[in-house]
């Protein structure tokens, strides 16, 4: 049994290439959430956990240098701990695991040149799940992984049997049932502890837990919003019975909790809440009172005796772990919420968009090794690579139909994908095999992009079919 006080740690996400967010307004979220989130946690005086794709932190840096002086001086100081996820907003189970190990790296070193400070931890979007994603995270260099515990919990058969939840590739989620994986765990101590002390993977990864039986109910207080399922919208007093509850949990089976790993978006922001929940147009609108109410919610965890701590302060607490070698038996495919990794895979968008990058990201392997010896040759592959994998970008595939992504998230794709094909081009003129169209054809997949483009572009879109709130 643990004799010091719980742990709890919060980790806001952040993603500037969320769906639906257009690039004209990304600056309005960083100084509308980020910036406001963390001069809440300076002003509290807690420490907490933020988590970004190296291409968030790059457009925090560039179009708010004040925001992340703001940042950076909490990273300094040891308060906020910075959480790396791959440099682009990846669905990691659907992608070659090289491409997820560079693109690891790429962030790493973005969250390093920009802080000061190399990421420890690690966040996987979506929490999508294959074979590939615990040694891609450790070959990276990453000590950490949060995980969903919900994917996890229902990779046994006891669990899936008595919740009755099925996992379907057509499938949104099953956020609003996952509650019936606490109803079965609460008196199960033997699945409890997964959630509140840390393991290790088979690879010796350290293992950290989210669910959305916690942080669900956190992001329906932070929205002011009812389910359709009550009548009235989740009170503080039920956050506090939450907080009660696992803190009983935590000092049976374990040593922290880890409440909220939800998107930063919504702290000053209704982000993707509508569209989620209800199929609603409305994207991104301004929600002043989620800030206030997230303040609220840190206090409570305190006032409930909870520590406020960063995931490293959980994991150097914790000492050697006990190592989980129930991780091989989450389903390869799965994704938090209760959905897919294979969802994504299955939009229209992403059913068009990804043969072209494969076939890109081929000709990239195919042309290692004839472009090595030359500098500039390896220098503009290197540029293909970067590109192809923002083409890889999981919003620009995601919601699925009724709702689609933005436009304006396809056509960056498209875009990256014709950047990397030139890029290719330049790669096999500097290498002087620019006749040696047998290794890769830029010309023949310059006209496949193209093909795709006046395909994907003809397609409408569920910005300009719904009605949009004004903003």
């Known amino acids: 049994m643990m004799t010091t006080q719980p742990r709890a740690v919060f980790l806001p996400h952040a993603n500037l290439q969320y769906s639906q967010l257009p690039p004209q307004k990304r600056e309005w979220v960083v100084r509308n959430c980020y910036a406001r989130l963390f001069a809440l946690v300076e002003e509290e005086g807690v420490p907490i956990g933020f988590e970004a794709s190296g291409k968030t932190v790059d457009l925090i840096a560039q179009l708010a240098p004040d925001v992340m002086q703001q940042l950076r001086a909490l990273v300094q100081r040891g308060q906020l701990e910075p959480v790396a996820s791959p440099y682009i907003h990846l669905m990691t189970a659907n992608i070659p695991p090289e491409a997820v190990v560079h693109s690891l790296r790429r962030s790493l070193d973005t969250w390093e040149k920009h802080t000061g400070v190399r990421p420890q931890v690690g966040w996987n979007p979506e929490c999508g799940w294959g074979a590939h994603v615990l040694d891609a995270y450790k070959e990276a260099g990453l000590r950490a992984l949060v995980m969903d515990a919900d994917s996890f919990l229902l990779s046994f058969p006891e669990i899936r049997e008595a919740t009755g939840l099925r996992y379907d590739v057509q499938g949104h989620s099953n956020k609003t049932k996952l509650f019936r994986i606490e109803e079965y765990i609460r008196t199960r101590p033997q699945f409890l502890r997964f959630l509140t002390a840390p393991t290790a993977a088979p690879n010796g990864l350290a293992l950290l837990f989210r669910s959305d039986c916690m942080a669900n109910l956190l992001l329906w207080y932070l929205m002011g919003a009812t389910e359709g399922q009550r009548g009235k919208p989740v009170e503080m ?180 994908l014709y950047h990397a094909n030139d890029a290719l081009a330049q790669a096999m003129e500097a290498a002087g095999i620019q006749e040696e169209r047998t290794f890769y054809s830029p010309q023949l997949m310059g006209s496949q992009i193209a093909f795709i483009d006046k395909e994907l572009m003809a397609l409408p879109y569920f910005e300009e079919c719904g009605k949009v709130a004004e903003t």
């Open 237 to 416: 007093a039920e956050i506090e019975q939450m907080f009660a509850v696992w803190k009983e949990r935590v000092q049976q089976t374990g040593s922290f909790l880890l409440p909220y790993a939800e998107d930063a978006e919504y702290i000053g922001s209704s982000a993707y809440f509508y569209v989620k929940q209800f199929n609603e147009a409305r994207f991104f609108t301004p929600a002043p009172q989620s800030v206030s109410r997230f303040r609220e919610i840190l206090r409570a965890a305190q006032k409930a005796g909870y520590l406020l701590s960063t995931p490293s302060q959980v994991l150097h607490e914790a000492g050697p772990l006990e190592e989980n070698p129930y991780v091989t038996h989450i389903e390869d495919g799965v994704a938090w919420h209760g959905g897919t990794a294979k969802a994504w895979a299955n939009t229209r968008q992403s059913r068009i968009l990804d043969p072209v990058c494969r076939s890109i990201w081929e000709g990239i392997r195919v042309l290692e090794g004839p472009c090595a010896q030359n500098e500039q040759a390896a220098s503009a592959l290197e540029t293909a690579r970067d590109a192809v994998e923002s083409a890889w970008v999981s919003d620009a595939r995601w919601p699925p139909e009724p709702t689609s992504p933005g436009r304006f998230n396809v056509r960056e794709a498209l875009d990256d």
